[in-house]
């Protein structure tokens, strides 16, 4: 092994930006074959890796709202509110002049 303390900065650096590119190298080729082992594991029951991961995989992200609003701006009507977490500025500006938000039920 070598001896890092004996080392200027500049080797280092050096040193750095080879190991750098050498894990880089490492963890594409690593993935090329977890993708052929996926592919091949594919196959063996009569099937491709897309057709695997498109039918049915993990669903990335939201798809919908799950809590839909209750209340309305009637000021502007694109802003609405669930009733859930943090009152919008527009709740509160209401309700100081004292207007009773079930007004402003959907």
């Known amino acids: 092994m ?9 080797d280092l ?6 190991i750098d590119r050498q894990l880089e190298k490492l963890a594409k080729d690593e993935r ?10 594919a196959r063996e029951h009569g099937y491709s890796l897309s057709e695997l991961t498109a039918a049915g995989g993990a669903k990335k992200g939201k798809s919908g709202s799950v ?5 309305r701006n009637p000021d ?24 009773d938000i079930s007004t402003m039920q959907i």
Request: proline share 7%; charged share 40%; glycine share 6%.
């Open 2 to 10: 070598t001896d890092l303390s004996d080392m200027t900065r500049k």
């Open 32 to 41: 090329k074959l977890a993708l052929e082992a996926a592919e091949k594991a």
């Open 67 to 71: 809590n839909p609003p209750k209340y």
């Open 76 to 99: 502007n009507p694109d802003q609405t509110w669930t009733g859930k977490g943090r009152r919008p500025d527009w709740i509160k500006a209401a309700e100081a002049k004292g207007v």
């Open 13 to 18: 650096e050096a040193l750095k930006r080879d």
